[in-house]
Structure formats: structure tokens, C-alpha cells
């Protein structure tokens, strides 16, 4: 099939797809007599575990690995147990940075006084020279 039709089943588009063909992320796909790409079945389940996978925010080499174990039937879930902690933590680590940006963010926000004067302690935050 062509890519145009993997596009619009696995709601990736073309360019998506060729990129992860590139740096070896899917299984390049046969290519037809004019050279266009032929994409099979196991191409399109290939970029659907990869959609799903980056919706839960794996990176390009997180999802490289768990393909891989996807493609082993000798993997052991004790692997992909590993993998999905390591990232919830990284989620939770992530989310404890965010609040607290937004706690300093609201705190500057709160002594600005968002009227006509030129003071304003988010601008004087971003131009001090300490953390």
C-alpha cells in the first residue's frame, strides 16, 4: 500500500513515517517497479505501536528499545517493566518541575502589578543575574 493509505490508517503523516523509516525505527518497506515504497501489514502494526508508544511520551530511542522487545518473543516483561517505571518516574519528576515553575511563575505574577507603570517583577526576575 501506499504511504498515503498507511498516513491516513495509522493517522501518522507521510513525513512521519518516512522519517522513522530513515534512521531505522520501522522496517523499510518493499519498493515497487517505479520505486515507490509498497508498505505491508507488518509495516502499518509497526507505526501504530510507534503512535501509541510516543502518545505516552517515549522518546525516538525509548521506543527503539521497546520494539525490539515487542519483536522478541524471548523478552521477558521484567524488561518492559524496567522501562515503563524508569519513564513514570521521569513523568513524576517531571511534573514536580512544572509545579514548580508554575508556584515561582504565579508568585511573580502576583507582585506584578499589570497596570500602566514600567516595574514589574517578572521582567526584573528574567534580568537578574541569580537563580
Not at 509497526?46 to 527503539?64: D, I, N, P, T, Y
Request: charged residues 30%; neutral net charge.
Amino acid at each position: 500500500m501506499k504511504i498515503s493509505e498507511v498516513a491516513f490508517r495509522t493517522g501518522l503523516d507521510a513525513k512521519t513515517i518516512r522519517y522513522y523509516e530513515s534512521i531505522g525505527l520501522v522496517d523499510s518497506p518493499r519498493r515497487q517497479a517505479n520505486g515507490y515504497r509498497d508498505y505491508g501489514e507488518g509495516n502499518v502494526r509497526q507505526l501504530w505501536f510507534l503512535r501509541h508508544a510516543r502518545q505516552f511520551g517515549f522518546s525516538v530511542e525509548e521506543c527503539r528499545e521497546l520494539l525490539a522487545l515487542w519483536a522478541n518473543p524471548q523478552r521477558r516483561s521484567a524488561e518492559v517493566h524496567k522501562l515503563v517505571t524508569e519513564k513514570v518516574q521521569n513523568i513524576d519528576r517531571h511534573i514536580r518541575e512544572l509545579q514548580e515553575m508554575k508556584t515561582l511563575l504565579s508568585e511573580l505574577l502576583e507582585k506584578c502589578p499589570g497596570d500602566d507603570s514600567p516595574e514589574c517583577s517578572i521582567i526584573n526576575k528574567l534580568a537578574s543575574d541569580t537563580e
